[in-house]
């Protein structure tokens, strides 16, 4: 029997939705909303095939570069998503936290944040983290600033830090590194996301834009990774 071998981190690049509206003469918003959907999907696909850990990059630290009505319109989606799908995600055994500077979100999408990580925070059958203000950058910058806090504190020796010092500093300090890097809408580029928790993930790039993205697509990239012989660098 063939051995199937299952990511038990999934990282996701949700790009493509505005081409997925430009395509269809819609608002850019309109692709993001669409979005949304597939995020759900996500999550279904990820529950059924036994995928413990779920990151999900929704804004990065360079996104506040595009127009204020866009900002706007994906902060908006993101409150309204959280408290629409927090109840079924819920009973879905879903436990959503974020990654990134919160603390620059609007506060009606903070509060939309804190209901659902409250809400969630007993479950564990799949846990997801939403990367919302997130650099992989801006990530290493913050634990750099902390170790060294601690390190003028007299808390800990330079000499004797590890590499495991500075995961456990990082915002994903409790998610496992990725397995599987899914980016979609067709770039073949990391764009700042998760740079250090990244370093020996599969990344699976494909044409489909994310509110394209369905099971079956999902699903060719989990049969894509099954295939994948991973090294580390070793020899096998
Ligand atoms: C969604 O896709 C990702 C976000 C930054 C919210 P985009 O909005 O980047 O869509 P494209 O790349 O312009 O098609
Ligand atoms: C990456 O997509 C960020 C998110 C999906 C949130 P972008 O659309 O911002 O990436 P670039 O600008 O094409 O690299
Ligand atoms: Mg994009």
Request: hydrophobic letters at 35%; one cysteine or more.
């Amino acid at each position: 029997m063939e051995e199937k071998k299952i990511p038990a981190h999934i990282a996701m690049v949700m790009d493509g939705n505005g081409r997925w509206a430009s395509q269809r003469g819609f608002s850019r918003s309109i692709g993001h909303r669409k979005g949304t959907e597939t995020v759900r999907g996500a999550m279904e696909f990820c529950i059924d095939n036994s995928v413990d850990y779920l990151t999900l990059f929704a804004f990065s630290t360079e996104n506040w570069k595009r127009s204020a009505a866009e900002v706007d319109a994906i902060m908006s989606l993101l409150r309204e998503f959280l408290y629409s799908q927090t109840p079924e995600m819920n009973e879905n055994g879903i436990k959503i936290d974020f990654i990134g500077d919160t603390s620059r979100i609007p506060a009606s999408s903070q509060r939309a944040m804190e209901y659902a990580r409250e809400t969630t925070k007993n479950n564990d059958k799949l846990k997801v983290n939403i990367a919302c203000n997130y650099g992989g950058r801006a990530d290493i910058l913050y634990a750099t600033k902390e170790i060294a806090r601690r390190a003028a504190r007299g808390l800990i020796d330079p000499e004797t830090l590890t590499e495991e010092d500075i995961s456990a500093s990082l915002y994903t300090s409790d998610f496992p590194d990725p397995d599987l890097l899914i980016r979609t809408g067709a770039e073949k580029r990391i764009s700042n996301f998760m740079l250090w928790q990244l370093a020996y993930c599969e990344i699976y790039f494909t044409d489909t834009l994310w509110p394209d993205m369905d099971k079956e697509k999902f699903a060719e990239a989990l049969k894509w990774f099954s295939g994948r012989q991973r090294r580390y660098g070793g020899v096998k």
